[in-house]
């Protein structure tokens, strides 16, 4: 390796609720090592699993100059909470309060560590290497087991009260759907409509093995598209990054489901908004699957180790 990319090195690690997804590294083509550990129900256990093996790949490649977190959520980000690096109220099972920052920073003390929601994180790396280049107003939305976005506003990370939590905005009811939706605070929520586990609910079987014309696909799809319609007259972004395993859509496909989703963006807004990226051409530049794929989330908790270390 030469001696540029060693003093750059960095480690990452992408906290989701199903795993936590740890690489080190320099950037999306550049991962020296890369592994996962199911997440599991001890905190404390993962986090001293996670530092052992960030540690061990130290001694293989060097050291590392910061590492970056990516976490699910909702998590504190106020550095001066006495629980700054937790997560907060999640109902997952052993991980309400749970420190996330501390225990990495106990083993890693003298290097700086990047810390921030899944969704802004990724938004950073999508900005850096992926689908966002150049923009300083876009927002970055994942549909999966859950539903949750960040994004930028003037190039900087959405951040306030707490974090966005845009996965439990309101959503309208369409005439005749009496599905009551998933979601455990708020049942209708997008994320209660939209998510894997609430199409699967609907339409009682997993969405990946639903036929494309399932009418679960019918709602999903205008549920998406009018959250997508909301987001775009609140934060006026200069595009939309869906990703997550929903826009995958099974049978249905990447490609279809897209189609469809900015097809209905286009019915539901209504010609209100005038630009030419929300035009039926402009929307396929607006309405985009992350540039990094499925490295979107651990390329983001990079991008965040290389922003908590500053300009290199
Ligand atoms: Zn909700």
Not at 207 to 222: C, F, G, R, T
Request: glycine residues 14%.
């Amino acid at each position: 390796m030469n001696k540029k990319r060693k003093s750059s090195l960095v480690g990452a690690v992408e906290a989701g609720g199903t795993k936590f997804v740890c690489a080190v590294g320099t950037g999306p083509n550049e991962f020296l090592a890369r592994t996962q550990f199911p997440t599991g129900r001890s905190p404390a256990r993962l986090l001293e699993k996670v530092a052992a093996w960030l540690k061990e790949r130290e001694r293989e490649h060097g050291a590392l100059t910061a590492l970056g977190v990516a976490s699910f959520g909702p998590v504190d980000l106020d550095k001066a909470s006495p629980t700054y690096g937790h997560i907060t109220t999640t109902p997952k099972p052993g991980w309400k309060n749970a420190e996330i920052v501390g225990a990495l920073r106990r083993a890693f003390p003298h290097i700086p560590i990047g810390f921030d929601t899944d969704v802004n994180g990724a938004a950073l790396g999508e900005r850096r290497w992926g689908a966002a280049r150049g923009l300083d107003d876009f927002v970055y939305v994942t549909v999966g087991t859950g539903i949750g976005g960040g994004g930028m506003a003037r190039g900087k990370l959405l951040h306030g009260l707490v974090h966005p939590e845009m996965g439990h905005i309101a959503m309208p009811r369409l005439p005749g759907d009496p599905f009551e939706g998933v979601c455990p605070f708020h049942g209708r929520c997008w994320e209660g409509l939209c998510s894997g586990p609430a199409i699967a609910r609907r339409a009682g079987q997993a969405a990946e093995s639903l036929p494309p014309d399932h009418p679960a696909w019918d709602y999903a799809i205008y549920y998406m598209a009018s959250a997508l319609v909301s987001l775009t007259c609140v934060l006026s972004p200069k595009r939309i990054i869906l990703g997550g395993s929903v826009r995958k859509a099974g049978r249905l496909g990447e490609q279809r489901f897209f189609e469809r989703v900015r097809k209905s963006f286009r019915e539901i807004m209504a010609g209100y908004i005038a630009s030419p990226a929300l035009t039926e051409n402009g929307l396929a530049n607006f309405i985009v699957p992350p540039g990094l794929g499925d490295n979107a989330g651990v390329c983001g908790a990079m991008a965040l180790a290389r922003a908590a270390r500053g300009p290199a």
